[in-house]
């Protein structure tokens, strides 16, 4: 059974810093990963979508990277800003369904 | 294109009694998708259609959770009796068929039971 965890679950860090959330997943028979993006009471917002053979992928500020023969996936955000406290999380697709880690809520500060 | 659509966005029952949601996938996505996240957990898998038939429904809590999807169109859940531990938000996600698409989810249903 598809397990996936992230770490932390909780970062608060200034304004205009560089930081990294980290996923990982403990089967790596996988088609994709894709990172999501929770605002208080709302959906969830597709950030990324990485597949099983690509080591990464980049939207703006943010960059993906997956090993998948390590299990792990990381999501850079560069220069962060308070528009981007919110929850993160990862969800791994096996083919079937998605395993969705609990997420790590970010918190930038003024 | 539009959005995957969910109604209502918030309900509030007594236990006992009996909710339906509803989902709207994107036109022309086969794959429907219920999922739930309950107080503290993770989002977990409920069940999966592909067009009207249920491709998986491994996740479903209960027999109280019927899920169908007449006409490979929209989707209801529905909780019949509603119990206590069935508080939580109830997202539904559509996909393209392939596995290689990624998932586009609605704004998520939250229910509370008292």
């Known amino acids: 059974k598809q397990e996936v965890t992230q770490i932390p679950a909780a970062l608060s860090v200034p304004e205009g810093e560089n930081l990294v959330l980290n996923c990982s997943f403990t089967?790596?028979?996988?088609?994709?990963l894709q990172w999501f993006r929770q605002d208080p009471g709302k959906g969830l917002t597709s950030l990324l979508l990485?597949?099983?053979?690509?080591r990464e992928q980049t939207s703006g500020r943010l960059n993906a990277s997956l090993d998948k023969s390590s299990g792990r996936s990381t999501l850079y955000i560069a220069a962060s800003q308070p528009g981007d406290s919110a929850t993160y999380l990862c969800?791994?697709?096996?083919?079937?369904?998605?395993?969705f880690g609990t997420g790590t809520s970010l918190t930038v500060i003024p | 294109e539009a959005g995957v659509t969910q109604f209502p966005s918030h309900s509030v029952i007594e236990k006992g009694q009996t909710v339906t949601l509803r989902c709207d996938p994107i036109?022309?996505?086969?794959?429907l998708y219920w999922y739930r996240r309950v107080m503290g957990k993770e989002i977990k898998f409920l069940l999966h259609?592909?067009?009207?038939?249920?491709?998986?429904e491994s996740g479903m809590p209960n027999n109280r959770f019927l899920a169908e999807r007449t006409g490979g169109t929209y989707s209801t859940l529905k909780v019949q009796p509603a119990e206590l531990e069935d508080s939580g938000v109830y997202f539904c996600?559509?996909?393209?068929?392939?596995?290689?698409?990624?998932?586009?989810f609605g704004s998520g249903t939250r229910l509370t039971v008292v």
């Open positions: 996600a559509s996909r393209r068929q392939g596995s290689n698409y990624g998932y586009t």
């Open positions: 089967d790596s028979a996988i088609y994709n």
């Open positions: 990485i597949q099983s053979s690509q």
């Open positions: 969800a791994v697709n096996t083919g079937n369904q998605f395993y």
């Open positions: 036109s022309g996505h086969d794959n």
């Open positions: 259609f592909v067009k009207e038939s249920k491709q998986d």
